[in-house]
Nanobody, 125 residues
Framework: QVQLVESGGGLVQAGGSLRLSCAAS????????MGWFRQAPGKERGFVAA????????QYADSVKGRFTISRDDAKNTVYLQMNSLNPEDTAIYYC??????????????????WGQGTQVTVSS
């Protein structure tokens, strides 16, 4: 199985940018489709972005389209989430997840088999 560790979270002012990283170990990242989800206080975990095993299919939540970019570097066993034009509504714990079974850019959490521990992103107004 794969282990996932997120990093890159922090405190940023509205309009700023952050890049989250998700480092995989234990298995080759290219075996998995990858996704990013987030959970704000008092809310359910929600879909942010996903990239297929091949990297050819990418999906975004409507709320982040045009601002966030997901990418993968299989040579580095790492997936990234570049977040631009951040606003306070983006404040949440961000989780990366790996999907071994389906391999496509799934938008539902149930499609993912492995999860990281999360990294906090806080956007101040």
């Amino acid at each position: 199985q794969v282990q996932l560790v997120e990093s890159g979270g922090g405190l940023v002012q509205a309009g700023g940018s952050l890049r989250l990283s998700c480092a995989a170990s234990g298995r080759t990242l290219s075996d998995y489709a990858m996704g990013w989800f987030r959970q704000a206080p008092g809310k359910e975990r929600g879909f942010v972005a996903a990239i297929s095993r091949s990297g050819l299919t990418i999906q975004y939540a409507d709320s982040v389209k045009g601002r966030f970019t997901i990418s993968r570097d299989d040579a580095k066993n790492t997936v990234y989430l570049q977040m631009n034009s951040l606003n306070p509504e983006d404040t949440a714990i961000y989780y990366c997840a790996a999907d071994w079974r389906v391999g496509r850019a799934a938008v539902i959490a149930g499609a993912y088999d492995y999860w990281g521990q999360g990294t906090q992103v806080t956007v101040s107004s």
